[in-house]
């Protein structure tokens, strides 16, 4: 949509990308059975006899599943359809229990809305056509069978949404930041777990380019892309190869590619000629589905505070900038960390510091997520960053006391004063306070001078250089432990 | 106490309740019946054991001192029900063999009453047919004459309920399937509203007008059924209505406002739609229903002249419908899962091609392939959202009737039963004889067949009667009126009585 001055053609082509993205409602049942949906159970452990379409077995709506439905067109600005009707998409595959697949296809519960995110610093919206629930199939399994397929219908009637946007994307990374934004979305109001390599999160990303103004071009549909990785690899090697067809004089053909993630490049599972059929008509065992106004307002009612909505909040409350705000609303988890670790603190600055740094590369090292409990908790950070702030110790010191932290896990304490009282039980064990006898200091800094009578010579030369040097020496002198301000102040003193 | 084939429903389970015979007896004794009979071709399934074990849980209940208007008795379902304790086909070689892990709802609720299943009815294969001879397990003969058929699509259970097999069986209804082989066959059936009975559990041909119901000697008996069967399912049938359960019996004893005991219909106003008694219906049954609506302005009754301009629309529009919904509903059976699947085939398209060209019979074949096109891209507008569009207004038209009217009445049929063999390559002549009965069925009203008589050949012949939605009890207290006054319904095919 917001396509600014910085010109995104490639090769001339202007890159045109629209997204299917089927997200698995994180129901307990299924979306018309009342079987289980757990993941990864033995083949056909979790398929009841209305999922594996045993004859007179019909299916009755999951309410649940509509309910999120609900909040993610809620979450999205969209309009929840009072009613939509549930169809049968028609045709015949040996995971298809049924022959049909329920879906819906004239009227959606989910129309319209958007998505807003950031693509470096600039603001994006893509559009949503709808979303609409519909049932997933079951798996076919060709590895283990020689000469035969096995089935596991453990997966049919898994409860979907899939959400369809307008062709509004420009570049991979669009799509990229577009699909990231999604998935923040959908796992932060908890309507999905975003598993990807569960499939629980699966894109389809439509992608044609054209010449500027020119009509949109002939799309070719990627399917099933299950990481960011190779959703920006498969964009990008299927624009280059639409381009390269069309510069060599071939017409692109609507078709469906897979990506290949071994060779890196798509290939073609079946093209427009041999596109089914769906002989789509309004399920006649399901009733439309009716959705009360007091019931939208209900589920809006325990609606959590969205990303976008609590970055803005933090920029303006906390006096953070944007980019900070984006990036500590990544996740539910690392929001609430870093909103409690700011509010205990007093110091949303730091406690934004301490979050996007030491705690992010920590949760980086480990693989593991925010909400884990080997991470110190926002309490621990809070009472480190006071001690910071009142100039108990260095920033140094504090980096070490964190460490100790994670090495050696707490018990969760009553309040800030207990966890005050635990930072300074390893502030004292550590020997890490903040040297604040300014006598002491003055011997440390003679001592130094006396010993680099060179940068001090510089320094008096003009040589602002030097004096950093110097008060390296001085900190490392003090094992750290040296107020790095009160270090500055004496030391010019001394050198003046 | 007469044999007890004699017996109804009601009958029997005063005479179990009375101790003058058990549960178990009379299911021996039917079950012999049934063997007896079996040229008929009525009954597909039996499971001794299991009937005796369901039939001596009864006679313990009773021992017990329980009473219900059907504890112990024996009867037989339409082998469109899925049953746990019998084999289920649908008439067709596709599910020959094939074993249910549940029962229907409609099953269970009549087991739960205390009913006793004695096994399985033959019925055309998937609810498709009006003569039942489009059953993979051969024809069922009509017992008032065995050249002739019995009307379908329930023709077994309309055949061994004629032919004192058993006091009633279960039927279900799509256009007609309750309605017409009931009036081929003399005895009484009622579909009722659409979503009454619950349809978990009945292996699905149209979904959107499958209906199940009792078919029994008389409206008592059929109240009695109704009364089990009928009722709320919302958490296994999204169709099924959330409307609580009734009591027919009670219903059909409860006099009318003003009536008298000679005139025990004073003031009920009978439609009669002027499209159900035209040239299309043949003279010797338009005699009889004629003489049965006279008996019922005898009882009171007044005869209104109605219309239903939109009946010849509902043929097509049926057949455009019934056979869309069949064609998606019967795609699961692809020789996957369940069912028949090929000996020999090369590839999985090749599978379902041969499976399929194997097991489906040619009319379940011809309306998979009507439905397939009715649906298909470019087609769906011009006749599948235009036959939707129609049937709304057949329902309108139901509605206008209803304001001048309580009940609709008329032939079930335009004929008489006709001979087996005589329609079986002309499926036109079948889908037009289904003209009375489809407009209801599309409608979703309940609506019953009542015996009236005899016609051509000494068949019998049904008088249909039709109500608005929800007055099962009002159609069921018209029909038992007209019973307490004329004998039609207990005359019994000769060879088939005491």
Same mark, same amino acid.
């Given at each position: 949509m917001s396509n600014t001055s910085k010109s995104l053609?490639?090769?001339? =082509?202007?890159?045109?990308?629209? !997204?299917?993205?089927? %997200?698995?409602? *994180?129901?307990?049942?299924?979306? !018309? #059975?009342? &079987?289980p949906t757990a993941f990864g159970a033995e083949p056909n452990t979790q398929a009841c006899a209305v999922d594996l379409a045993l004859p007179g077995t019909l299916p009755v709506m999951n309410q649940g599943a509509v309910e999120l439905a609900i909040r993610l067109g809620l979450a $999205?600005?969209?309009?929840? &359809?009072?009613? #939509?009707? !549930? &169809?049968?998409?028609? =045709?015949? =595959?040996?995971? $298809?229990?049924k022959g049909y697949q329920i879906s819906q296809f004239e009227i959606? /519960? /989910?129309q319209g809305g958007e998505v807003g995110f950031f693509l470096g610093d600039e603001k994006k919206t893509v559009r949503l056509v709808r979303a609409h629930l519909e049932e997933d199939a079951g798996k076919s399994l060709h590895e283990d069978f020689i000469g035969q397929s096995g089935i596991d219908l453990n997966r049919a009637g898994t409860p979907l949404l899939e959400i369809v946007t307008e062709p509004d994307m420009r570049s991979s990374a669009e799509a990229v930041a577009y699909a990231k934004e999604l998935h923040k979305i959908v796992t932060w109001i908890g309507i999905c777990d975003g598993n990807m390599q569960e499939g629980s999160f699966r894109c389809d990303a439509n992608v044609s380019v054209r010449k500027p103004g020119a009509p949109l071009g002939t799309r070719r549909e990627i399917k099933n892309l +299950? #990481?960011?990785?190779?959703?920006?690899? %498969?964009?990008?090697?299927?624009?280059?190869?639409?381009?390269?067809?069309?510069?060599?004089?071939?017409a692109i053909q609507q078709a469906t590619v897979l990506f290949d993630p071994d060779t890196g490049e798509t290939r073609a599972m079946r093209t427009k000629e041999d596109a089914a059929d769906y002989r789509y008509f309004p399920d006649p065992d399901l009733p439309p589905l009716v959705i009360a106004r007091d019931w939208v307002e209900q589920v809006r009612a325990g609606m959590p505070e969205l990303p976008r909505q609590m970055a803005e909040r933090f920029a303006r409350e906390f006096e953070l900038s944007d980019y900070d705000a984006t990036t500590l609303t990544q996740t539910k988890g690392m929001a609430r960390y870093f909103e409690a670790a700011a509010l205990a603190s007093g110091k949303p600055k730091l406690a934004a510091n301490w979050v996007m740094g030491e705690v992010a590369a920590l949760l980086n090292k480990q693989q593991v997520s925010i909400d884990d409990v080997e991470v110190p908790g926002p309490m621990q950070l809070a009472a480190l960053i006071r001690r910071v702030s009142d100039g108990t110790i260095s920033n140094s010191g504090a980096k070490s006391a964190f460490q100790e932290l994670v090495a +050696?896990?707490?018990?969760? $304490?009553?309040?800030? *004063?207990?966890?005050? *009282?635990?930072?300074? %039980?390893?502030?004292e064990a550590k020997g890490l306070k903040q040297m604040n006898d300014t006598g002491a200091l003055e011997k440390i800094i003679d001592e130094v001078m006396a010993a680099n009578a060179e940068n001090v010579a510089q320094f008096?030369?003009?040589?602002?250089?030097?004096f950093n040097a110097l008060v390296g020496q001085v900190m490392k002198a003090s094992k750290g432990k040296a107020n790095p301000q009160q270090v500055n102040d004496v030391l010019r003193q001394k050198l003046q | 106490m007469n044999a007890i084939h004699e017996l109804g429903v009601l009958e029997l389970a005063a005479a179990i309740g009375a101790k003058q015979t058990s549960s178990v007896e009379a299911a021996q004794h039917l079950l012999a019946r049934a063997q007896q009979f079996a040229s008929l071709g009525a009954c597909l399934a039996f499971n001794e054991e299991a009937?005796? @074990?369901? &039939?001596? *849980? @009864?006679?313990?209940?009773i021992a017990a001192g329980e009473r219900t208007p059907l504890l112990g008795v024996p009867l037989a379902h339409k082998d469109i029900f899925v049953t746990k304790d019998f084999p289920t086909t649908a008439g067709s070689k596709m599910l020959a063999g094939y074993q249910s892990p549940f029962d229907a709802t409609v099953v269970q609720r009549l087991a739960a009453q205390g009913a006793v299943s004695l096994g399985k009815l033959n019925c055309d294969e998937f609810a498709m047919g009006s003569g039942n001879d489009n059953s993979a397990f051969g024809p069922v003969q009509n017992p008032w004459d065995v050249t002739r058929v019995p009307g379908g699509s329930s023709g077994g259970s309309a055949a061994a309920v004629a032919a004192r097999l058993m006091p009633a069986a279960t039927g279900t209804d799509t256009g007609g399937s309750i309605r017409q082989p009931a009036s081929f066959t003399g005895i009484t059936g009622i579909k009722p509203t659409y979503g009454r009975c619950s349809r978990y559990g009945m292996v699905a041909f149209a979904s959107s007008l499958d209906q199940a119901g009792p078919m029994a000697r008389n409206a008592a008996d059929c109240a009695a059924l109704l009364t089990a069967m009928a009722g709320p399912d919302i958490d296994r049938d999204s169709t099924s209505l959330d409307h609580p359960a009734e009591d027919y019996s009670a219903a059909i004893g409860r006099p009318r406002e003003g009536a008298t005991a000679a005139r025990p219909l004073n003031g009920l106003r009978i439609g009669l739609p002027a499209e159900f008694f035209g040239a299309g219906c043949s003279p010797d049954v338009l005699s009889a229903v004629r003489a049965a609506l006279a008996e019922y302005e005898k009882l009171g009754a007044t005869l209104v002249d109605i219309s239903l301009p939109r009946t010849e629309l509902s043929i097509p529009v049926y057949y455009i419908i019934a056979p869309a919904e069949a064609s998606s509903n019967l795609s699961r059976f692809d020789g996957v899962k369940f069912g028949h699947r090929a000996a020999k085939y090369v590839d999985l398209i090749d599978m379902y091609k041969k499976s399929r060209s194997e097991a489906f019979g040619p009319e379940v074949q011809r309306r998979i392939m009507i439905g397939t096109y009715v649906l298909s891209h470019g087609y769906y507008d011009a006749y599948y959202l235009k036959a939707q569009q129609i049937r709304r207004l057949i329902a309108q038209d139901f509605q206008s009737a209803f304001e001048r009217c309580d009940l609709i009445a008329g032939p079930v049929a335009p004929t008489v039963a006709w001979k087996i063999g005589e329609k079986s390559d002309d499926p036109m002549a079948n889908y037009l004889a289904d003209i009375y009965t489809l407009s209801t069925s599309l409608a979703g009203l309940p609506g019953m067949s009542v015996p009236a008589g005899f016609g051509a050949g000494g068949m019998p012949v049904g008088l249909q009667l039709v109500g608005n939605y929800f007055k099962e009890g009002e159609l069921l207290h018209a029909a038992h009126a007209f019973q307490q006054a004329t004998d039609w319904h207990s005359r019994s095919p000769s060879g088939f009585g005491s």
């Open positions: 053609l490639v090769q001339g =082509y202007e890159v045109v990308i629209g !997204f299917e993205t089927h %997200a698995q409602l *994180a129901t307990q049942s299924k979306i !018309f #059975s009342r &079987a $999205l600005g969209s309009h929840i &359809a009072e009613q #939509s009707v !549930f &169809a049968r998409k028609n =045709y015949f =595959y040996p995971d $298809l229990p959606p /519960v /989910v +299950n #990481s960011f990785k190779f959703m920006q690899q %498969a964009i990008d090697y299927e624009i280059r190869w639409q381009i390269e067809e069309i510069e060599d004089g071939r +050696n896990q707490r018990k969760s $304490l009553e309040d800030l *004063a207990q966890y005050l *009282a635990d930072v300074d %039980a390893i502030i008096r030369a003009g040589k602002e250089k030097a | 009937t005796l @074990a369901q &039939a001596r *849980a @009864a006679d313990a209940r």
